[in-house]
């Protein structure tokens, strides 16, 4: 069965300080991968998107990047961290298509000060 | 621009009470998503629809998808207060931006005991 691993859980960072949130999944190959971020118990932003090794879309302009280094490794990053990076971090996945619904992570609470 | 709006924003009610809750769009799906999420924990996904009209069953919660496939709508009968949580529909695409899901802002249910 397929399975995602998202880490840490909880992060506190001191603004300016770099960020990295990293998720893997287990139990199939080439998956759409996603990194959303949510704000305080309400809906879903999408961060970025990746369709294959090296493919990130990013649908936000940020302070943040992603990349996928392996075909079930997700990674996102900041080389500064600002206060309004605060926020609940998911990491999902998909089959190719990925109009059927995706699985999600157990989230990052990240917590710039 | 997409958008799926969920009605109603919150919604508390006692324990054994019957409510559903609506997913609105202007857009048409290939398929409708419904999640649960809980504090502090990612979204768990309850259930996809891809028929116009498709009706699904999972215990106390029924799903519809509405004949046009722009709206859905979840009913959970003698609510329990482990049914409390936010609940997010996202509508689905074939040939949409690599699979991406479009999700509305959520209903956060409280049920009291």
């Known amino acids: 069965s397929q399975t995602i691993h998202q880490w840490p859980a909880t992060l506190v960072q001191p603004v300016g300080s770099p960020l990295s949130l990293e998720c893997t999944v287990e139990g199939t190959s080439n998956p759409n991968l996603y990194w959303y971020r949510q704000a305080a118990g309400r809906g879903l932003q999408l961060l970025f998107y990746s369709v294959g090794i090296g493919q990130i879309s990013s649908e936000v302009p940020q302070n943040l990047s992603a990349s996928r280094p392996q075909d079930r490794q997700f990674i996102l990053s900041s080389k500064k961290l600002l206060l309004s990076d605060s926020g609940f971090y998911l990491c999902?996945?998909?089959?190719?298509?990925?109009?059927?619904?995706?699985?999600f992570g157990s989230g990052t609470r990240l917590t710039v000060v | 621009t997409q958008l799926l709006e969920q009605s109603p924003q919150f919604l508390s009610i006692q324990e054994g009470e019957n409510l559903t809750v609506y997913c609105n769009s202007s857009?048409?799906?290939?398929?409708l998503q419904w999640y649960r999420q809980e504090p502090g924990e990612g979204p768990v996904l309850l259930v996809t629809v891809v028929t116009g009209g498709e009706v699904k069953k999972l215990k106390r919660l029924t799903f519809q998808f509405g004949d046009a496939r722009k709206d859905s709508s979840l009913h959970i009968t003698a609510a329990q207060p482990g049914d409390t949580g936010l609940y997010l529909c996202?509508?689905?695409?074939?040939?949409?931006?690599?699979?991406?899901?479009?999700f509305g802002k959520g209903t956060k249910l409280s049920v009291k005991p």
């Open positions: 996202a509508g689905g695409k074939y040939g949409g931006s690599q699979g991406n899901l479009i």
């Open positions: 857009s048409v799906f290939s398929s």
């Open positions: 999902a996945w998909s089959p190719a298509g990925g109009v059927y619904g995706y699985t």
